[in-house]
């Protein structure tokens, strides 16, 4: 069983930046691959970022590309998202999610825990 718990989110000016953090319980943390999710009014939850167990390989979505950055630190059992250059459109829900899977990691069913999310407005 892993429990997560996003923080970091808030409301900033297009243009600006974040750090949003997930907090993991138990000590398998490592074991898992970590996933950010976002999801916005009226739309389905399309991933992000992802990052494997180790921090080795990281993933992202075409549309924030050079722009988030994933990384973990599994002596606090914690995974981050580093967001530069915010759009309005970026505006949304982030949820982090973990599993145990090696592939499919774009998908939301691969994903068995999930965090309570935290909010994200980007105003123009």
């Known amino acids: 069983q892993v429990q997560l718990v996003e923080s970091g989110g808030g409301l900033v000016q297009a243009g600006g930046s974040l750090s949003l953090s997930c907090a993991g319980s138990g000590r ?51 995974v981050y998202l580093r967001v530069i250059n915010l759009k309005p459109e970026d505006t949304a829900v982030y949820y982090c999610g973990a599993t145990k899977y090696s592939s499919g990691w774009s998908e939301v069913d691969t994903y068995d825990y999930w965090g309570q999310g935290t909010q994200v407005t980007v105003s123009s």
């Open 28 to 78: 398998t943390f490592s074991g898992y691959t970590m996933g950010w999710f976002r999801q916005a009014p009226g739309k389905e939850r399309e991933m992000v970022a992802a990052i494997s167990p180790s921090g080795a390989v990281t993933t992202y979505s075409d549309s924030v590309q050079g722009r988030f950055t994933i990384f973990r630190d599994n002596g606090k059992n914690t």
